[in-house]
Each structure stands twice: as C-alpha cells, then as structure tokens.
C-alpha cells in the first residue's frame, strides 16, 4: 500500500523548485574557475624566486607541532641522508595535486596566501645550475618550517649507510681504507709469494688503497661531487 521514499527523487523535485539547470552550471563553473585560478597562482609562487626567504602568518593555534621543523633538524637530516634543501622552483618534477589542495585549505583556513616554498629531496630531483621522498615545506619565520606535505616512497632503507660515505672527508678516507683492507684480505695467498707476510700484506694494502683513492678522488672531480654538508642547501650541480 506504501510506496518506497526515493531520496534521490526528492532531493531532484527539492532542487528544482529553487535552481534552474543552466543557474547550477553556471554556479559550479565558476566555483571551478576560481579553484583552477587559485591553482595557477600558487603555482606561479612556487616557481618564483622568493629572497629572502618570507615569512608566512599562520594561526599558531591551527598548526600541528608535529609538523614544525627548525632549520637545523632539517639540515641534519639532508647532511645524513645526502637530500637537498631548495625553492620549489628548483623542482623538476610534479607537485602532486594533493599537496595544491592542502596547500588551499590552509590558505583558507589562515586566511593567508602562503609563500617562499621549500622542498627536502635527492638532488636528483631538482634542476641544478652548473656551478625518491619529497617534503613540501613552507616558511614560518625565525628559522621554523612547517611541513605541507609529503609524497612517493619512502627512501632505500641503505642509503643512510651509502650517504655516510660522503657525509666528509674524514668519512670519505674512512671508507675507502675499510674496502683497501677488505680487498688485501680476499687476494689469494701465493699471488705474489709462498706465503703472505705482514710486510707483503701491508704493500698490498697500501697497492689497494692508493687505487681505491685514485678512483674514489677521479670520481669525485671528474662528476663534481661534494661532500654532505655543503651541498644540502646548494642550488649548484658542482658545488
């Protein structure tokens, strides 16, 4: 005896009494336009130049604490892991379009228009002048960051130990005497003599360790590496 309430049919008789089809329409596009402008815009801020570094005016009472970072927490964590630490017009790759709606909600939320972004990844990723674990940061003021957001995988459980290498050159000679050592002791008794003496085990180190360095130095020269710590906020490919 009863029919079955269709919401949807309700919601469509409730909608027409108020709206006409062509006043929606014109509505949503133009709420999309703006989106679409909003869009453009932080994206030009981004690629623009932004010295010094501004200041951006967040609520304090609206930030996560877990979020905010200090420049030297930030630094430590580049020097460890050999990452970068640049504007975000240095960035060759895309941003993610989940990190321009977090960008526009805090906007919203701030009542702000946020500016002087920075991104903390390999330098593989950014465009450097001749000279896989993005953060999106944007400035707070007096060496704070707060921490936007962050997106791809997560990096190589390996490339802390791999990035120690580099971390100086006390690490770099380090290293490179370690793998020497470890190169003497896989060559085989008899190569040069009977038996290996101690002497004859230290002129063969020495012999591994003198081309390791050849190696590791002609490397270093040849591509224009640098060492961890001068390099985490460099914009330089050589620096």
């Given at each position: 005896?009863?029919?079955?309430?269709?919401?949807?049919?309700?919601?469509?008789?409730s909608?027409?009494?108020?709206?006409?089809?062509t006043e929606?329409?014109?509505?949503?596009?133009?709420?999309?336009?703006?989106d679409?402008?909003?869009?453009?815009?932080?994206?030009?801020r981004?690629?623009s130049?932004?010295?010094?570094t501004?200041r951006?005016h967040?609520n304090?009472?609206?930030?996560?604490?877990?979020?905010?970072?200090?420049?030297?927490?930030?630094?430590?964590i580049c020097?460890t892991y050999?990452?970068?630490?640049?504007?975000?017009?240095?960035?060759?790759?895309?941003?993610?379009?989940?990190?321009?709606?977090?960008?526009?909600?805090?906007?919203?939320?701030?009542?702000?228009e946020?500016?002087?972004?920075?991104i903390?990844?390999?330098?593989?990723?950014?465009?450097?002048?001749?000279?896989?674990?993005?953060?999106?940061?944007?400035?707070?003021?007096?060496?704070?960051?707060?921490?936007?957001?962050?997106?791809?995988?997560?990096?190589?459980p390996f490339?802390?130990?791999?990035?120690?290498?580099?971390?100086?050159?006390?690490?770099?000679?380090?290293?490179?005497?370690?793998?020497?050592?470890?190169?003497?002791?896989?060559?085989?008794?008899?190569?040069?003599?009977?038996d290996t003496?101690?002497?004859?085990?230290?002129l063969?180190?020495?012999?591994?360790?003198?081309?390791?360095?050849?190696?590791?130095?002609?490397y270093?020269?040849?591509?224009?590496?640098?060492?961890?710590i001068?390099?985490?906020?460099?914009?330089y490919?050589?620096a």
């Amino acid at each position: 005896m009863w029919n079955r309430t269709n919401i949807e049919e309700k919601l469509k008789k409730s909608k027409a009494k108020n709206f006409k089809g062509t006043e929606i329409m014109d509505q949503v596009a133009a709420i999309l336009k703006e989106d679409d402008r909003r869009e453009d815009a932080i994206m030009a801020r981004m690629k623009s130049p932004q010295k010094p570094t501004p200041r951006n005016h967040f609520n304090i009472d609206l930030l996560n604490k877990d979020r905010i970072y200090h420049i030297d927490q930030i630094q430590d964590i580049c020097i460890t892991y050999r990452l970068r630490f640049l504007d975000t017009k240095y960035f060759k790759n895309e941003i993610p379009y989940e990190a321009l709606m977090r960008i526009k909600e805090m906007e919203k939320a701030h009542n702000i228009e946020m500016r002087g972004f920075k991104i903390v990844a390999p330098s593989k990723m950014f465009k450097l002048e001749d000279a896989d674990d993005p953060l999106l940061f944007a400035p707070i003021g007096n060496g704070y960051f707060y921490l936007i957001h962050k997106w791809g995988n997560d990096l190589n459980p390996f490339r802390k130990i791999w990035a120690w290498n580099f971390k100086s050159f006390e690490n770099l000679i380090f290293s490179t005497v370690i793998v020497s050592l470890l190169l003497a002791y896989l060559i085989p008794n008899g190569v040069f003599s009977k038996d290996t003496t101690n002497v004859q085990f230290l002129l063969i180190f020495f012999f591994t360790f003198k081309s390791i360095a050849a190696i590791v130095l002609y490397y270093s020269f040849a591509a224009g590496k640098n060492f961890n710590i001068a390099i985490w906020n460099s914009k330089y490919f050589n620096a």
